[in-house]
């Protein structure tokens, strides 16, 4: 394998997929609420809920660890339901030269599929795909809409 590489899932909810892509957009510090085994904190360190550029720091769980990571909104489409966070401190920059994630939610009447994507260069090959963390994002997307189905 080589040092770059991607990763794909998708999950479909029963949740409305314009809530959650609305979550993500602009209040991911909602989601300790929801998801509080996965993520402790999501705290907003510079700019706007929402804003492409601003910096967010989470406080998350990963294979039993507490971890830590800053991210910074690069991107946001509106029309295709879509939010990039590109990683630029915290414990995945110590296996990873980059990581960049992108929830994109696509609705179609009552479907909704959330996919997941993790676009990522190694530091070295001896770092493991990250499988593990890609679990983490679909056990996040099932509690989420565990909360909203619930709380319906």
């Not at 909810?13 to 991911?28: A, L």
């Not at 110590?94 to 909704?112: P, Q, R, S």
């Not at 679909?138 to 319906?152: G, Q, V, W, Y």
Request: net charge negative; hydrophobic share 35%; proline share 2%.
């Amino acid at each position: 394998m080589g040092l770059i590489g991607k990763l794909v899932s998708g999950t479909n909810i029963k949740s409305d997929g314009d809530v959650f892509h609305e979550i993500f957009r602009e209040r991911p510090h909602h989601i300790s609420g929801m998801s509080p085994d996965v993520v402790q904190n999501v705290d907003l360190h510079e700019g706007e809920w929402g804003t492409v550029g601003s910096v967010i720091f989470w406080n998350y769980t990963h294979d039993g660890k507490e971890c830590v990571g800053k991210n910074i909104i690069e991107a946001i489409d509106e029309e295709k339901r879509l939010v990039t966070f590109n990683m630029v401190e915290g414990d995945l920059m110590e296996l990873y030269k980059t990581f960049k994630t992108t929830i994109h939610v696509d609705t179609d009447g009552e479907d909704n599929l959330v996919t997941w994507t993790l676009d990522y260069e190694k530091l070295n090959e001896d770092v493991t795909e990250p499988h593990s963390l890609m679990d983490l994002c679909i056990k996040m997307t099932k509690d989420i809409e565990s909360h909203h189905l619930t709380n319906a």
